[in-house]
């Protein structure tokens, strides 16, 4: 799996837009970007993903540059249950196959009163 | 989306003893994985394990250690053999489906 690169820890003040970038300079024709997210204690929850076209769902927005060499989450309104480590990760994915999800150090968001 | 089951959620154990992790899903499902998240650290790929097949280990972890069954399409389990302080961790299991991966809460493990 290619390689991301994102900050270690990111602060945010709640209902403000929260957004959280990475760098996958590396990623191949056939790889998506996903992003996961693992609030404390808890297992990792999916939240998005994307190939080349900008994506959203209740949760969060994707954004892919055209190069498709960095991307960017975007949590609309912050609040302090968004508190959680996020990755983003590079991966085959779509609907007809399957990759193992390999999980790097990730961004520690924490949302802030 | 699928609802993966974990057992225990969490353990105390003894040094040089061994634990057995049980994984079940409310469907069935090809693919299943198993990680491990030491204390404040990212989750790292333990296995991948295939029904019918065996499991393929990641760099780092060995058979011995870890043996996985995967008897069916719904179940699967982790062995943590012979532990030691170093294995207090969480493991998680974890399966794909169509484009996205699922995780169990995990099974928070402390060795004493």
């Known amino acids: 799996d290619a390689k991301t690169t994102q900050p270690p820890s990111m602060d945010c003040a709640e209902g403000r837009a929260a957004n959280l970038p990475c760098n996958h300079s590396t990623i191949s024709g056939n790889e998506y970007v996903y992003w996961y997210r693992q609030i404390h204690s808890q297992g990792p929850q999916y939240i998005i993903h994307g190939l080349k076209n900008n994506e959203t769902n209740e949760m969060a927005s994707l954004i892919i540059t055209e190069d498709r060499k960095s991307s960017t989450l975007i949590l609309p309104h912050a609040t302090l249950r968004d508190t959680a480590v996020y990755y983003c990760?590079?991966?085959?994915?779509?609907?007809?196959?399957?990759?193992?999800?390999?999980f790097g150090p990730g961004t520690s968001l924490s949302v802030i009163p | 989306s699928a609802v993966i089951s974990q057992k225990p959620s969490r353990d105390i154990c003894q040094r040089g003893t061994s634990l057995t992790i049980q994984c079940q899903v409310d469907?069935?499902?090809?693919?299943m994985f198993w990680y491990r998240q030491q204390p404040g650290q990212s989750l790292t790929l333990i296995a991948t394990a295939n029904q019918g097949s065996e499991a393929t280990y990641e760099s780092g972890f060995v058979i011995d250690k870890f043996p996985i069954s995967r008897p069916n399409l719904t179940f699967s389990t982790l062995t943590v053999s012979n532990m030691s302080p170093e294995d207090s961790s969480i493991y998680l299991c974890?399966?794909?489906?169509?484009?996205?991966?699922?995780f169990g809460q995990g099974t928070r493990l402390t060795v004493v």
């Open positions: 990760i590079v991966r085959v994915g779509g609907k007809t196959s399957y990759d193992k999800v390999i």
């Open positions: 974890s399966l794909g489906q169509g484009a996205e991966a699922f």
């Open positions: 469907s069935q499902v090809t693919m």
